[in-house]
Nanobody, 127 residues
Framework: QAQLVESGGGLVQAGGSLRLSCATSGVTFSIYVMGWFRQTPGKDREFVAAISRSGGSTTYADSVKGRFTVSRDSTKNTVFLQMNNLKPEDTAVYYC????????????????????WGQGTQVTVSS
């Protein structure tokens, strides 16, 4: 069955960096649009970044533009989120999501567009 497993979360000081990974299995990774979302207690899930199935198109939330980079490695069936210059407001549980697409450049920034989700990884940024 389809499975997404995030890793790489942790505690970091403001200004630091973390690299999240999302390993996929049971899916045809090459046709999957992949996204990252985050959520804090009492708040709605928030879009962070997404990458097309080809890797040629990416999009980011304004709050992370210039600091976060999403990428994918088809040899490892894994998507990454490099997070630099982290801020306390980046503290959240980060979720990886995926869904198949027949178009190589399609990107989704709504959670409802994704049909497979990981269990999440906690990122805590101290001030």
């Amino acid at each position: 069955q389809a499975q997404l497993v995030e890793s790489g979360g942790g505690l970091v000081q403001a200004g630091g960096s973390l690299r999240l990974s999302c390993a996929t299995s049971g899916v045809t990774f090459s046709i999957y649009v992949m996204g990252w979302f985050r959520q804090t207690p009492g708040k709605d899930r928030e879009f962070v970044a997404a990458i097309s199935r080809s890797g040629g198109s990416t999009t980011y939330a304004d709050s992370v533009k210039g600091r976060f980079t999403v990428s994918r490695d088809s040899t490892k069936n894994t998507v990454f989120l490099q997070m630099n210059n982290l801020k306390p407001e980046d503290t959240a549980v980060y979720y990886c999501a995926g869904t198949p697409s027949w178009r190589t450049s399609t990107i989704y920034n709504r959670g409802s567009d994704y049909n497979t989700w990981g269990q999440g990884t906690q990122v805590t940024v101290s001030s």
